[in-house]
Every structure is written in C-alpha cells, then in structure tokens.
C-alpha cells in the first residue's frame, strides 16, 4: 500500500472528501486481488511471479519425487506434471486472481494466460491429466474436467498412481514394482517435412502425438536428451 502522499494538505468540506474517500476505495475493495506478470514454475502446484509465490487454487498434482507407474515402470510423476505446467504456461503473460490462503499464509489464485479472459491455467492441468481437483474445495468446475481427463487416459491417468494428498500421508502404490528404469514420456515424432521435434507432457498436441518406431520416432526420457539426439522442442503449428 502506497504511502500518505507528502503534497500540501487541501482544505475542503467535509462531505466533499468522504464523497472523493469512497470513491478511491469502493472500487478496490469491490476487486478480486490481482497478480500479473511472467510466471517462474516452482513445481506442478506453484508458480513464482515477481518473487510472489502462488499456489494454483482448486486443484492439486504430485509434488517433486512422488512416483507413479506407466507401463509396468516407475517414473517421477512430480516431475512431469512441473514439466507440463511448464509447457502450458510458456511464455505467456500470467493472469492470477486470488481466491485465498493456505495454512502457511500463501496465496492461492485462478491463473489465466495472455489475459483474465484466457485460457485457465487450473483447469489446463487437470484436462490433461497432470492434476486433480482438490477435494477440499467445493463446487468447482475441476472434477468433471478430471472425469474426462480419466477416461481419455491422459497424463498420470495412462497408468497407475496414489493421489498426491495421499502420497503426502505416507500411502504408496501397492504391491509395489520391482525396481526399473523409468519410463520415457517425452514424444520424438517427426513432422511432414522430415523435421525431428520433441513433445513434453501437457503440451497442446502431445496427447494425439503417435510415436511409429518404424518411421525412426522414439522416446526420450527427458528434453535435455532428445536435444542431444538432434531433436529440436515442437511449435505449435510445426505439424
């Protein structure tokens, strides 16, 4: 909050200044807080903007290290649902309205991208899967976005995992797998014009991205190793 303003003082009626009082302070009260700016992705859960950090509200993914399974294999869970967020909200402007605050005092906002009226960042990770809706937060629009995000099998829903509060607890996927290597989750397709580019998970085509062995698509098992390989990141379009 601004400090007084060190100006000389004007004298006026007193009916004038209560008159010009409210009308500085309605509108402000009447606001949702507001947070605007190019977002850092802290993890699947948060989003860092000009050294705020803020929680996504409604929702709720797998932190760092939490683990789930995917073709029979072990993976990081946490760490593909961050690399989703990441791929979601790009290098868009962030739009973030606070609904509240967590037990530790932190924010927790509606996120949109490039505007207030774009594309929820929320609802954009539980549609693909990379997150559920939070079960402690009533009459949101994230459980039938999380219903049809399960029967499409996208993101942790194409194999098997603890929910993120539970895993929180202590609970842990049961029988537990035999120790293996991780499964790859990142798409090295190649495009019409003999390109070879890469699709992380969240991202827009990723889920209808088919991977053809024949035609010399593979897996990678993170961004860092496709590029290696020669593969270049997807744009939007690129296909």
């Not at 937060?137 to 993120?164: C, D, I, M």
Request: aromatic residues 8%; proline residues 7%.
């Amino acid at each position: 909050m601004r400090q007084p303003s060190q100006a000389p003082v004007l004298r006026m009626q007193p009916a004038l200044a209560l008159i010009l009082a409210l009308a500085v302070v309605l509108p402000a009260a009447a606001q949702t807080p507001q947070i605007v700016g190019k977002a850092r992705i802290i993890d699947a859960n948060s989003i860092d903007i000009a050294g705020q950090r803020i929680g996504l509200f409604g929702i709720d993914a797998p932190d760092a290290g939490q683990t789930c399974l995917a073709a029979g294999r072990r993976y990081d869970c946490g760490r593909n649902a961050g690399f989703a967020l990441s791929q979601i909200v790009g290098r868009h402007w962030v739009y973030c309205h606070e609904k509240g605050r967590d037990g530790n005092g932190a924010i927790l906002a509606v996120c949109n991208l490039a505007g207030a009226a774009g594309p929820e960042v929320n609802a954009t990770m539980v549609d693909t899967g990379w997150a559920l809706a939070d079960r402690n937060v009533p009459n949101t629009h994230y459980p039938r976005l999380e219903a049809k995000a399960r029967q499409a099998k996208a993101g942790l829903w194409q194999g098997s995992f603890v929910a993120p509060w539970e895993w929180r607890r202590g609970k842990r996927l049961s029988p537990a797998p035999a120790r293996g290597t991780a499964p790859c989750l990142v798409k090295g397709s190649i495009d019409r014009d003999g390109t070879p580019v890469y699709h992380l998970p969240g991202g827009r085509d990723y889920d209808r991205t088919r991977i053809d062995p024949r035609t010399g698509e593979r897996w990678f098992c993170s961004a860092a190793q496709a590029e290696e390989a020669g593969w270049q990141p997807y744009r939007e379009g690129a296909r």
